[in-house]
């Protein structure tokens, strides 16, 4: 079962408008990890939030997290071109493990 | 630093064949981990250790061995290829265990393929 999961499957905006990524998780956590994938390569680590904050800012990225309602999400900003990717949410479900989501494919168009 | 290094990059097998493949990290982190990615799944934990000479099972560990005999090193085995197991593979690696707040570097992928 995933411990992290992803809303919407697929996000398709322009340039320049703000991007916006759900995730939901199910058990309590001590952090939770977006990452983004590129097509045919691997996952890069973009912000990591703990759990005792509500929100963590990295250019053009925030994110933030309610432990009440067991959510996060990921805003991007003016979003580019380059932005075009799959971003996946990952929570640690245990100590020494990290579930993803099954990932948002967002597509920013010229 | 190369950072997580997989190979190879692609491999066609046969059904009941077998392979390895290969993870290689140069940033001494403790934690090795496999995942697969299969359409509409998203990643998936194969296997992981937590040091050298430690490993653990994951979410599908069914039809795949590892060993960690180095810090370094954590290759992943095939006994007996299947279909199922046509995936794109990832090997990420991090200093610390994902609870004590520590991202995953990752490997740029094998794309496996079983006929």
């Known amino acids: 079962s995933q411990q992290g999961e992803e809303d919407p499957q697929a996000l398709s905006i322009q340039e320049g408008e703000n991007a916006t990524m759900n995730c939901s998780y199910k058990t309590s956590i001590n952090n939770l990890q977006w990452y983004r994938q590129n097509s045919g390569r691997g996952l890069v680590h973009l912000i990591l939030i703990r759990s005792n904050e509500r929100e963590k800012h990295s250019g053009r990225l925030r994110v933030t997290l309610d432990t009440s309602k067991k959510s996060s999400s990921l805003l991007i900003t003016a979003s580019r071109a380059a932005d075009t990717a799959s971003y996946f949410c990952a929570a640690n479900s245990g100590y020494s493990t990290l579930t993803f989501g099954k990932g948002t494919m967002l597509l920013v168009s010229p | 630093n190369a950072g ?112």
């Open chain 2, 4 to 115: 997580v290094t997989q190979t190879p990059k692609f491999q066609v097998l046969k059904t009941g064949q077998s392979m390895t493949l290969q993870c290689a990290q140069d940033m001494n982190h403790e934690y090795m981990s496999w995942y697969r990615q299969d359409p509409g799944m998203g990643l998936r934990l194969i296997h992981y250790s937590v040091g050298a000479g430690i490993t653990d099972q994951g979410e599908v560990p069914n039809g795949y061995n590892v060993s960690r005999s180095t810090t370094e090193d954590f290759p992943l085995r095939l006994l007996s290829a299947a279909p199922s197991q046509t995936s794109v593979y990832f090997c990420a690696s991090t200093f610390d265990r994902p609870a004590r707040n520590s991202p995953l570097h990752f490997g740029n992928g094998t794309r496996l393929t079983v006929t």
